[in-house]
């Protein structure tokens, strides 16, 4: 597959990561992994507005032109956007829309304050309003993903962004998938422990997004992502996974009195067991009444 064009509209373009040089400046670095980087650039010219520049090598990641498809045709406020794609010599480049808030992994990192005269952390969780209005805006992302046929297979805190306006976006495509309803997917990608139980089993629908989810759910709640204890070695390990979703803790969280039945009901397994993400968006716990809350970690 050949293509160099802009997403949002213009002139086709020869291209190297060059034509991201002529265009626009680099203004820092926002990230790189083992399959390329992102760095936040401004145009040279015009409005002078400011992108993400996302460069990915297909050497490393052939997933880079199926993102780029993906995004092209998936609009939607929770969903980041794409604005313009090139693609060269082995190398993908894509603008896109600027989330300068940073993720959500960043900010529950964030939230973790020490305890004078001790090595114990609390964890801030955020406002119980603060937690169902991410919890709303990524479930509508979700939900709009999987009614256009895709799943997004690697949805975790640090492939969730905030935009100016308080508005959280879901980011990185690079593992995404169209689905056929009925047709279970066989590739075993994700991040643990955000991955479905099932998708190591290479037998999964879009509801391996729901469970994903509810990890992230519990991981801004608690300050820590919950691990199932059958995917633990040590004792030790399991019985603090346990803990985790302990009822005492979750009552003394004050986030409304359904909050550990939500999460609970998003990890169940099978998948079948969970909801779909509009049943999720349905759950009574989002018209609970709440107040702020802390733990220690």
Known sequence: ????????????????????EENYTVVKNLGSGGFGQVSEVKEKTGAKKHFAWKQVSLEKDPYGENEVNLLRDLKHEGIVKIIEAHNADGMVDMVLELCNQGSMQEYIEQRFERVPMSYEKLYMAPEFFQITSCMTQLLEAIKFLHENCVAHRDVKPANVLLASGRRWKLADFGLATKFQPGVFLKSNVGTRPFQAPEVAQKCYTE?????????????????????????????????????????????????????????????????NDRPSAAEALDNSWFNSTSGPCCVIA
């Open 207 to 271: 509801k391996c997004d729901i469970y994903s989810t509810g990890i992230l759910f519990i991981a801004l709640t608690i300050g820590k992502a919950y691990s199932r204890p059958e995917d633990l070695e040590s004792e030790e390990e399991k019985a603090a996974a346990v803990q985790l979703l302990d009822e005492k803790r979750w009552r003394n969280q004050e986030l409304g009195t359904h909050a550990l039945d939500f999460a609970k009901s998003m990890i169940r397994t099978p998948e």
């Open 1 to 20: 597959m050949t293509w160099s064009r802009a997403i949002s509209g213009g002139s086709a373009t020869s291209c190297t990561s060059s034509i991201i």
